[in-house]
């Protein structure tokens, strides 16, 4: 199963994404877990996660969790959130570049 992980400041701002995602994934008969944590806890399940994609609000450590994507994960895709899509809580067009990203 894939582990797709939304990181943002404090976890709860993505939540609704989150929902959107999953539902998105369970019209595609896909199993997937998707989760959202802030960027404190994110870190440490870098390890663990298939994909990462941060909030943009949170745009601004994409090279801080690359660098430690490389160190523990590499190869890892992690990319921020379009800004629109995730403005509109767009989570079918978010799920669909998860999967692109991790060659779903």
Do not use: W
């Not at 994110?42 to 994507?69: H, W, Y």
């Amino acid at each position: 199963m894939k582990k797709i992980m939304l990181v943002c400041s404090a976890g709860m701002s993505t939540s609704l994404l989150v929902t959107k995602m999953e539902q998105s994934a369970k019209k595609l008969g896909d199993e997937v877990e998707i989760f959202a944590l802030p960027m404190s806890d994110g870190m440490s399940r870098i390890p663990t996660v298939d994909c990462v994609l941060l909030g943009p609000q949170v745009r601004f450590n994409l090279g801080k969790i690359k660098e430690e994507a490389d160190k523990v994960n590499p190869g890892l895709p992690v990319e921020v959130i379009d800004m629109k899509d995730y403005g509109m809580m767009n989570g079918e067009k978010v799920y669909a570049h998860a999967k692109k990203l991790m060659g779903a």
